[in-house]
Structure formats: C-alpha cells, structure tokens
T-cell receptor
C-alpha cells in the first residue's frame, strides 16, 4: 500500500478556501486517491476520488499533478460545519483494504 | 436506505464482562469491515468479511476478540473478557466490494467504555 503523509492539523476561518495536501511518493500505476471526512462522533464518509488532473463535486475539488506523487483537496469557502478530520487514502480497486492514517484535523474558526 | 446500522451506540461495562457489538450492513454490500478508533492509534482495521467469510483478521488484537457474520445482513464483534484498554469507538463499514474505494459506508459507531 502506498504510504501517505498529510499535515496533522490546520486552522482556517469561515469563508476561506482550504487546501490540504497529501504526499504519496510511491503511488502505483493502478492506485486511486480517495479522501474521506470524519465529523466528531461519526464514522468517516467518502467525499471525493480521483486518478489524475482535477475532479470536482458538490463538496470539494481534488487536484492531482501529472506525476501523481501528491494530491490536494480543496474546500471552497469553508464554514464552521467543515470542522472535521480529513483522510487521504491511496489504493487500487482490486482488493486492497483501506488503511487510515492519522488524517488532517481541520478547525474552522468564526 | 438506512445506511450501516450499529448497536448499541454506547456501552459501559465492567472489566471481565463479555461485550457484543452488532452491525447491519447496507443491503447488497458484499464486504463488511470492523474498525476501532482511539486517540492514540487512530482508525485501525480489525477484520473484514467478503460474502460473509472472514478474509483477514490480522488486525484483531488478541484472542479475546472474535467476529462473526452468520448471514449477509448481520455481523457481531465480541470481546470476552473485556479490559479497560478495549475502550474505544468501534465502527462497522460495508461496501459493494472490498476494492470499492469510493464506496465504504460507515456506521455511527459504538462507543465502548470498560471500567
């Protein structure tokens, strides 16, 4: 499994754009990059997945450079309710199990 | 769809007692996972099932832990005897397939406190 590294914590203010970068230097050709979000007292939930370039949905955008050794989760105009832990995971779609790292604890301040 | 349903939401028990956690996966999901979350160790995968068969239990901490999946709609995680260090939030998750990276759905968890 490709190892991922992301900041332990980040602070932001309401209305700002937040970018969380994840490093995955040994990502394999078949690996996808997936981000999960965990609110306090809840289980993690899927927010976005990508393979290369840019993916956007109603929640976030995911930017992946050509070498795919890193990825950036972008949350536009965060609100207090975006305070959560964000996990970056890397793996293929052929049976690898999810191993969650410590994630990035995002605190959105008023 | 009601999602992954776990029970109980909270459990407080005395050291040495048996604890049983329950999980109902999403209908049609073939894979089921049990995770444990603590501040110190984060989210740890304990065991996962595929089509009701345990595939990998290497994450189960010791023989005091056991998990079963008698049918596609029900799984249990049992701790016997329980110890204070077992205190944690236990999550159950299911997916269509174990490789379905964007389809893991987690339950709300069971917060276990062993005193």
């Amino acid at each position: 499994l490709a190892k991922t590294t992301q900041p332990i914590s980040m602070d932001s203010y309401e209305g700002q754009e937040v970018n969380i970068t994840c490093s995955h230097n040994n990502i394999a050709t078949n690996d996808y990059i997936t981000w999960y979000q965990q609110f306090p007292s809840q289980g993690p939930r899927f927010i976005i997945q990508g393979y290369k370039t840019k993916v956007t949905n109603e929640v976030a955008s995911l930017f992946i450079p050509a070498d795919r050794k890193s990825s950036t989760l972008s949350l536009p105009r965060v609100s207090l309710s975006d305070t959560a832990v964000y996990y970056c995971l890397v793996g293929d779609n052929y049976g690898q199990n999810f191993v969650f790292g410590p994630g990035t604890r995002l605190s959105v301040l008023p | 769809d009601a999602g992954v349903i776990q029970s109980p939401r909270h459990e407080v028990t005395e050291m040495g007692q048996e604890v049983t956690l329950r999980c109902k996966p999403i209908s049609g999901h073939n894979s089921l996972f049990w995770y444990r979350q603590t501040m110190m160790r984060g989210l740890e995968l304990l065991i996962y099932f595929n089509n009701n068969v345990p595939i990998d239990d290497s994450g189960m901490p010791e023989d005091r832990f056991s998990a079963k999946m008698p049918n596609a709609s029900f799984s249990t995680l049992k701790i016997q005897p329980s110890e204070p260090r077992d205190s944690a939030v236990y999550f159950c998750a299911s997916s269509r397939d174990r490789g379905d990276l964007n389809g893991y759905t987690f339950g709300s968890g069971t917060r276990l406190t062993v005193v």
